[in-house]
C-alpha cells in the first residue's frame, strides 16, 4: 500500500511535542520506512525542532483557529491534506473528531485515534479506544494508555531528543569564551501565571554564583530586555534571548544545568537530559523524567514559590548529581 502514515498532533506547546515523542518514534518503528508524516501545529515549532529526528520524515502544519468555524475550517484544511498525501493510516494523538472526519472522508483505509468516548470514534477503522473514564487524566497517561493498547513498543517515557550537529557547534563557538559550569535560566512563559518574576530570578542567579560561571538567559526575543532589566550589573550573566530554536536547544544541552517557568524550554531540557527544576504554576507538567523535579507553588500560584527555595533546590541537586558541563 502507498502513502505515508500520518500522526496527527493537535496540542500547541513545544512541550506538548516532547511528551509526545516516544509515541511518534514507537509508531515510525511499525512502519517498513521507519518514519511517519508529522501534522502538528505551527505553534508547536515541530519542523524545527524536529529537524534532526529519524523518525519523522516531514512536519506538515494545521493551523489552530479561534473563529466560530474553526471545526469546519479545521476539518476542510486536513481533508485537503490528506487527499494531496494519500496515506495509508492516520493516527490521531487526540480525541477531537474533526481530524477523523477529514480522513474519513478522504478515504484513509486506516484511521486510529484515542476516542475516549467521543464522537471521534465513529469515524475510525481501528480500536482499541481509551476508555471515557480516562478523560481527566493527563496527555502523558492517556499516551501511554493508548501506546499499551495498540502494541506500540515503548521502553522508555525520555524523549531523548537529537540535537543539531551544526547548531551544537554554533553555540559552542558564540560562547566559548564563557567559564564553566553554565546554567540556563528559563524565564519564558505562556501565560502570567506560570511565570515566576525576573528578578527572583536574578537574586537566585546572585545567591548560586559561587556554583555557576555563567548564567544564561533563555526566553524568546520579546523577553530579552525583561532579562537585562533583571540582570543589571550582575557579572557573568548572558542574555541568550535571540537564539534560534535548534541554537537554544543546544545551549541548555550543552549547560550544566536549568531552572525555569513551566514552559517549553523546560520540557526541551528534560529532553537534552539536562538536570532541570522547574517551577510549577496552574497545571504543572508531571515529573515524567528522571532529569526533571518540580518546585510547586501553593495551590498552582508560582508566585508562592520562594527564592531561598528555588536556590536550595539548585544547590542541592549541583551537589548530589556533581553537576557538569555536558560534552553534548
Avoid at 506538548?16 to 502538528?40: N, S, Y
Avoid at 473563529?67 to 479545521?74: F, H, I, N, Q, Y
Avoid at 487527499?83 to 480525541?95: D, S
Wanted: net charge neutral; hydrophobic share 45%.
Amino acid at each position: 500500500m502507498t502513502g505515508p502514515v500520518l500522526i496527527y498532533a493537535p496540542d500547541r506547546g513545544i512541550g506538548d511535542l516532547m511528551w509526545h515523542l516516544p509515541t511518534i518514534r514507537a509508531i515510525a518503528a511499525t512502519t517498513p520506512e521507519g518514519q511517519v508524516v508529522l501534522v502538528a501545529r505551527p505553534s508547536s515549532r515541530a519542523a524545527e525542532v524536529l529537524k534532526v529526528e529519524p523518525s519523522v520524515a516531514r512536519v506538515l502544519y494545521a493551523p489552530h483557529y479561534k473563529d466560530k468555524l474553526k471545526g469546519v475550517r479545521e476539518t476542510l484544511d486536513f481533508f485537503r491534506l490528506c487527499k494531496a498525501e494519500t496515506p495509508r493510516a492516520v493516527w490521531i494523538l487526540e480525541k477531537i473528531d474533526r481530524p477523523a472526519i477529514a480522513a474519513f472522508l478522504a478515504g484513509v483505509p486506516e484511521r486510529r485515534g484515542f476516542g475516549l468516548g467521543h464522537g471521534q470514534e465513529r469515524f475510525l477503522s481501528k480500536g482499541p479506544y481509551l476508555p471515557k473514564s480516562m478523560r481527566p487524566a493527563h496527555r502523558i497517561d492517556k499516551l501511554a494508555a493508548f501506546e499499551a493498547a495498540h502494541g506500540l513498543a515503548v521502553a522508555s517515557r525520555e524523549p531523548a531528543l537529537k540535537l543539531d550537529p551544526q547548531a551544537v557547534e554554533a553555540v559552542k563557538a558564540r560562547y566559548a569564551g564563557h567559564p564553566g559550569p553554565w546554567l540556563c535560566l528559563g524565564i519564558g512563559a505562556s501565560e502570567p501565571a506560570r511565570t515566576w518574576p525576573a528578578e527572583r530570578f536574578a537574586e537566585t542567579a546572585r545567591q548560586v554564583a559561587d556554583l555557576f560561571g555563567t548564567v544564561f538567559w533563555v526566553g524568546g526575543p520579546h523577553e530579552a530586555e525583561i532579562a537585562r532589566a533583571a540582570i543589571g550589573d550582575l557579572p557573568n550573566n548572558i542574555v541568550a534571548c535571540d537564539l534560534p530554536l535548534d541554537q537554544s536547544a543546544a545551549l541548555i544541552a550543552l549547560s550544566a544545568g536549568f531552572l525555569g517557568n513551566d514552559s517549553g524550554a523546560l520540557n526541551v531540557a528534560a529532553a537534552v537530559g539536562t538536570p532541570c527544576v522547574g517551577l510549577m504554576g496552574t497545571a504543572p507538567v508531571p515529573a515524567y523524567s528522571r532529569w526533571l523535579t518540580r518546585l510547586d507553588g501553593g495551590e498552582g500560584r508560582i508566585g508562592d514559590i520562594t527564592v531561598d527555595q528555588a536556590v536550595q533546590a539548585v544547590r542541592a541537586r549541583f551537589a548530589a548529581e556533581t553537576w557538569g558541563n555536558s560534552d553534548a
